[in-house]
């Protein structure tokens, strides 16, 4: 049986899917990525949040208090390499780390159909080649 605070969040995320156009009929982009450019849920004070170049990517480093720093995770965000980035996926990687005890890297790499395949494996989304 699902807890009152799975349902409420539950709740929450139907409620800004319905909001933010993401169940429109018709698939759009640019609604698609404004959807995926924030997120509902805060980060906890307690997590730390570390930015850092990973090889001229721009990434994060989502550290909650009882993760292991010898223990590390990388997790690229979905989207289907159109949306989606670092703001919108800085709360699941926290819940990730509390449930791995992990050390999480978030990657923010570049989107199509800007930068077509490959440039989402090399280089910041923010104007590198």
Same mark, same amino acid.
């Given at each position: 049986?699902?807890?009152?605070?799975?349902?409420?969040?539950?709740?929450?995320?139907?409620?800004? =899917?319905? $909001?933010?156009?993401? &169940? +429109?009929?018709?698939?759009?982009?640019?609604?698609?990525?404004? @959807?995926?450019?924030?997120?509902?849920?805060?980060?906890?004070?307690?997590?730390?949040?570390?930015?850092?170049?990973?090889?001229?990517?721009?990434?994060?480093?989502?550290?909650?208090?009882? =993760?292991? $720093?010898?223990?590390? &995770? +990388?997790?690229?965000?979905?989207?289907?390499?159109?949306?989606? @980035?670092?703001?919108?996926?800085?709360?699941?990687?926290?819940?990730?780390?509390?449930?791995?005890?992990?050390?999480?890297?978030?990657?923010?790499?570049?989107?199509?159909?800007?930068?077509?395949?490959?440039?989402?494996?090399?280089?910041?989304?923010?104007?590198?080649?």
């Amino acid at each position: 049986m699902a807890t009152e605070a799975f349902k409420e969040t539950l709740k929450a995320v139907k409620d800004w =899917a319905e $909001t933010s156009g993401l &169940m +429109a009929e018709q698939f759009e982009l640019e609604t698609l990525r404004s @959807g995926m450019s924030t997120s509902l849920f805060p980060v906890s004070d307690t997590t730390k949040v570390i930015k850092v170049d990973a090889g001229g990517v721009p990434a994060e480093w989502i550290i909650t208090p009882d =993760a292991k $720093t010898n223990r590390r &995770m +990388a997790y690229f965000h979905g989207g289907g390499f159109t949306a989606g @980035g670092l703001d919108f996926i800085r709360p699941f990687s926290e819940w990730l780390s509390k449930a791995s005890g992990c050390s999480i890297l978030i990657i923010d790499y570049r989107l199509a159909p800007e930068n077509p395949f490959p440039a989402a494996c090399g280089g910041s989304r923010r104007g590198a080649p």
